[in-house]
């Protein structure tokens, strides 16, 4: 008998199903329905909502970013709405909208994580969580438990602990060897890993003598970071057994392609969503004519690097 | 509302550093304040779209809130990104993304408008001047070179008066040295221009008791309220609905003068 012709493009990745491995970077995507006017929400694998904290937060003070050469640098400082006011008025938005959600989550204490990942565990609609250990922009927490294999290690066992969902935890570039990193919070846990975050960086006004972003540094993304990337995703594929989500600068199919071979199982689109509101979608369409012109599936390019 | 491609009908010098851009574009419903994304090539450097305002809508249908077959958005050369659009010749494509933004609002028939720009913050305030037709403009620039688009202004028969740094046209400095003469407690105020005159046009404003409103302009990822780049601090008036920051693309650009925190602007 004839089986039933599978999705080529869909993808488990640690017990979240994904139609396809498309899915949008936290920070770049709001809360999903922003982008509603401009791209249909249920053509992508998933989104990644912004990172929410226990309490709202109100961000850093002005400027806050500057392009750079292929890219942008940040520093937001988290602002959101934080957790009640993301299920209450944000997550109902998303109803019928047939796409994994992906809640991103801080704290400045572990204590804090736990009280996020415990309020979003029975919330409908939430497909899995994402731990931000790693944004350079806040002063506390963060990036102490995104450099430190120890405290990563205790936020990401303490959140397991208090969710039933799948974990993701997500990954600074800004240490020295980020396969330490990622066998860390592989030990203690997780269901998956994200890669990478953005990259320190800092712009001065020369006329000024002064710093361009009111923080004086901010996070590097976009297409100027993706050989970085790259890099990192296929270094940690080598080093964990856990899937692992790839990111950075990616600004096509290509680009999301390259991740995938190097050893993601799926991908998240960034700063491209601010250039163009569609673009990850545009970005699955063109994995699936890539898929279909060499007869393969995602999964099966997943990880098919040959080097040497 | 999708990103368009759309074609560039003319690109045209109106001095050394300043160009015309008409697009031809069927857009949806434009008011006077509205911003338009421009992403000025397919390249990856520069990455991000920039934001304009609107100058124009070119064969206007519409009392508010206009319909027409293209805009015309006027800018200044200043960077790489600005510097490549003025290269673009009729025919060829730019994406667009918009419009954006929530524009100026109708003033009441009963109130005197005084309309104050500084710079390249006459755009907006053109479009809107041009659909209300009534009201004064004072027009600050360096000198009389930057005054370009004066004559735009005159041809609506609007009062116009200059303030120029040089005083090589009308009043000799800031155009904000104007504004307390000009207007009454019940008068309404636009305001668009560099941040120093807004803040000084709306300490004048509240002075005066006269409403005033300003659109401001951030550096801008998106343009569509996501990336949060374009936060601007917000007064402690607006921090009663759990607003410190206040976005310039999805809030604004225009905001009451007093929403805004002048001191940290």
């Given at each position: 008998m004839k089986k039933t012709k599978e999705n080529p493009l869909a993808i488990v990745v640690a017990g979240i199903r994904l139609k396809?491995?498309?899915?949008?970077?936290?920070g770049t995507f709001g809360y999903g329905s922003e982008f509603m006017p401009y791209t249909d929400l249920s053509k992508l694998g998933g989104i990644v909502v912004k990172g929410l904290s226990l309490k709202p937060r109100q961000g850093n003070p002005s400027p806050r970013i500057v392009e750079t050469p292929c890219g942008m640098l940040n520093a937001i400082g988290l602002q959101n709405v934080g957790v009640e006011a993301f299920i209450t008025d944000k997550l109902p938005k998303l109803k019928g909208v047939d796409t994994a959600v992906v809640a991103n989550i801080f704290g400045e204490t572990v204590d804090e994580y736990i009280e996020v990942a415990k309020r979003l565990d029975d919330t409908e609609g939430v497909s899995a969580l994402e731990i931000n250990i790693s944004c350079p922009n806040v002063k506390k927490g963060g990036i102490v438990f995104g450099t430190d294999p120890f405290e990563a290690a205790r936020v990401v066992s303490a959140v397991k602990k208090a969710t039933r969902l799948p974990v993701i935890t997500k990954l600074s570039p800004n240490v020295t060897d980020i396969r330490v990193m990622a066998k860390a919070v592989e030990d203690a846990g997780t269901d998956a890993v994200s890669l990478i975050n953005t990259i320190t960086g800092m712009v001065i006004d020369i006329e000024k003598r002064r710093p361009v972003l009111a923080t004086s540094t901010g996070g590097l993304s976009g297409p100027a970071i993706r050989p970085i990337a790259v890099r990192m995703v296929w270094q940690v594929s080598q080093a964990v057994r856990v899937p692992i989500i790839g990111m950075g600068?990616?600004?096509?199919?290509?680009?999301?392609?390259?991740?995938?071979?190097?050893?993601?199982?799926?991908?998240?689109?960034?700063?491209a969503n601010f250039v163009d509101p569609d673009i990850s979608v545009k970005v699955v369409s063109g994995i699936a004519e890539y898929v279909e012109r060499h007869g393969t599936t995602v999964k099966d390019l997943v990880g098919s690097l040959t080097t040497g | 509302m999708q990103e368009q491609?759309?074609?560039?009908?003319?690109?045209?010098?109106?001095?050394?550093?300043?160009?015309?851009l008409g697009l031809k574009w069927k857009t949806s419903v434009i008011v006077p304040g509205h911003f338009v994304m421009l992403r000025v090539s397919d390249g990856l450097d520069p990455l991000l779209r920039r934001p304009f305002g609107v100058y124009k809508v070119l064969n206007a249908k519409g009392r508010d809130k206009l319909k027409g077959d293209g805009i015309e958005l006027i800018y200044q050369v200043v960077g790489k990104g600005t510097g490549i659009l003025s290269g673009k010749t009729p025919g060829e494509v730019l994406s667009v993304l918009g419009p954006l933004g929530n524009g100026f609002p109708v003033p009441h028939p009963s109130q005197d408008i005084v309309m104050i720009a500084g710079g390249m913050g006459i755009v907006p305030l053109y479009l809107f001047a041009s659909t209300i037709k009534r009201g004064s403009l004072l027009f600050g620039a360096r000198g009389k070179a930057q005054t370009l688009v004066a004559k735009d202004f005159k041809a609506l028969g609007l009062k116009v008066r200059f303030a120029t740094e040089d005083g090589s046209l009308g009043h000799k400095g800031y155009v904000t040295d104007l504004l307390s003469g000009a207007i009454t407690p019940g008068t309404i105020v636009y305001a668009c221009g560099p941040a120093?005159?807004?803040?000084k046009a709306a300490e004048i404003c509240a002075k005066e008791g006269a409403q005033c409103y300003v659109s401001l302009e951030r550096a801008m990822a998106c343009g569509i309220g996501v990336c949060l780049g374009c936060a601007v601090k917000a007064s402690a008036h607006n921090e009663r609905e759990n607003k410190n920051y206040v976005m310039v693309c999805s809030d604004g650009p225009v905001f009451e003068s007093a929403l805004i925190d002048w001191d940290r602007i």
């Amino acid at each position: 008998m004839k089986k039933t012709k599978e999705n080529p493009l869909a993808i488990v990745v640690a017990g979240i199903r994904l139609k396809n491995p498309v899915m949008t970077a936290s920070g770049t995507f709001g809360y999903g329905s922003e982008f509603m006017p401009y791209t249909d929400l249920s053509k992508l694998g998933g989104i990644v909502v912004k990172g929410l904290s226990l309490k709202p937060r109100q961000g850093n003070p002005s400027p806050r970013i500057v392009e750079t050469p292929c890219g942008m640098l940040n520093a937001i400082g988290l602002q959101n709405v934080g957790v009640e006011a993301f299920i209450t008025d944000k997550l109902p938005k998303l109803k019928g909208v047939d796409t994994a959600v992906v809640a991103n989550i801080f704290g400045e204490t572990v204590d804090e994580y736990i009280e996020v990942a415990k309020r979003l565990d029975d919330t409908e609609g939430v497909s899995a969580l994402e731990i931000n250990i790693s944004c350079p922009n806040v002063k506390k927490g963060g990036i102490v438990f995104g450099t430190d294999p120890f405290e990563a290690a205790r936020v990401v066992s303490a959140v397991k602990k208090a969710t039933r969902l799948p974990v993701i935890t997500k990954l600074s570039p800004n240490v020295t060897d980020i396969r330490v990193m990622a066998k860390a919070v592989e030990d203690a846990g997780t269901d998956a890993v994200s890669l990478i975050n953005t990259i320190t960086g800092m712009v001065i006004d020369i006329e000024k003598r002064r710093p361009v972003l009111a923080t004086s540094t901010g996070g590097l993304s976009g297409p100027a970071i993706r050989p970085i990337a790259v890099r990192m995703v296929w270094q940690v594929s080598q080093a964990v057994r856990v899937p692992i989500i790839g990111m950075g600068g990616i600004m096509s199919a290509k680009d999301a392609l390259e991740f995938i071979i190097a050893g993601a199982s799926a991908v998240q689109v960034g700063t491209a969503n601010f250039v163009d509101p569609d673009i990850s979608v545009k970005v699955v369409s063109g994995i699936a004519e890539y898929v279909e012109r060499h007869g393969t599936t995602v999964k099966d390019l997943v990880g098919s690097l040959t080097t040497g | 509302m999708q990103e368009q491609r759309v074609e560039i009908l003319y690109n045209e010098p109106v001095s050394s550093r300043y160009f015309r851009l008409g697009l031809k574009w069927k857009t949806s419903v434009i008011v006077p304040g509205h911003f338009v994304m421009l992403r000025v090539s397919d390249g990856l450097d520069p990455l991000l779209r920039r934001p304009f305002g609107v100058y124009k809508v070119l064969n206007a249908k519409g009392r508010d809130k206009l319909k027409g077959d293209g805009i015309e958005l006027i800018y200044q050369v200043v960077g790489k990104g600005t510097g490549i659009l003025s290269g673009k010749t009729p025919g060829e494509v730019l994406s667009v993304l918009g419009p954006l933004g929530n524009g100026f609002p109708v003033p009441h028939p009963s109130q005197d408008i005084v309309m104050i720009a500084g710079g390249m913050g006459i755009v907006p305030l053109y479009l809107f001047a041009s659909t209300i037709k009534r009201g004064s403009l004072l027009f600050g620039a360096r000198g009389k070179a930057q005054t370009l688009v004066a004559k735009d202004f005159k041809a609506l028969g609007l009062k116009v008066r200059f303030a120029t740094e040089d005083g090589s046209l009308g009043h000799k400095g800031y155009v904000t040295d104007l504004l307390s003469g000009a207007i009454t407690p019940g008068t309404i105020v636009y305001a668009c221009g560099p941040a120093p005159m807004l803040k000084k046009a709306a300490e004048i404003c509240a002075k005066e008791g006269a409403q005033c409103y300003v659109s401001l302009e951030r550096a801008m990822a998106c343009g569509i309220g996501v990336c949060l780049g374009c936060a601007v601090k917000a007064s402690a008036h607006n921090e009663r609905e759990n607003k410190n920051y206040v976005m310039v693309c999805s809030d604004g650009p225009v905001f009451e003068s007093a929403l805004i925190d002048w001191d940290r602007i």
